[in-house]
């Protein structure tokens, strides 16, 4: 079983910045890939960001590219979302979630949900024009 929890979210006006952390309960922490993912009102949660277990490769949606970087400290259990320029349109609750210990996984297969198996209770980002 692993746990993880969101932290960091919270109101910001346009332009601003947030840093959004993970922080995961289990030992095999270091060997899941991780995403980042979020869901607005009214719409389907959708893919931002992920970043595989050794750190070296990560994925973005095309909207955040450029303004948002994910990162991880597997000594620390924790997956990081640096997010800077931010856009009302960015509004929405931010979840991350963990996939299977020990497994292969094509990049795209960062962008499905259903390659993760744990997901937190998401922290929500709200940003004002």
């Known amino acids: 079983q692993v746990q993880l929890v969101e932290s960091g979210g919270g109101l910001v006006q346009a332009g601003g910045s947030l840093r959004l952390s993970c922080a995961a309960s289990a030992r095999t922490f270091s060997r899941r890939g991780i995403g980042w993912f979020r869901q607005a009102p009214g719409k389907e949660r959708e893919f931002v960001a992920g970043?595989?277990?050794?750190?070296?490769?990560?994925y973005y949606r095309d909207s955040v590219k450029g303004r948002f970087t994910i990162s991880r400290d597997n000594a620390k259990n924790t997956v990081y979302l640096q997010m800077n320029s931010l856009k009302p349109e960015d509004t929405a609750v931010y979840y991350c979630?963990?996939?299977?210990?020990?497994?292969?996984?094509?990049?795209?297969?960062?962008?499905?949900?259903?390659?993760?198996?744990?997901w937190g209770q998401g922290t929500p980002v709200t940003v004002s024009s």
């Open positions: 970043i595989r277990w050794s750190g070296g490769t990560v």
């Open positions: 979630a963990a996939q299977p210990s020990g497994r292969s996984y094509s990049g795209s297969d960062y962008y499905q949900e259903r390659q993760y198996e744990y």
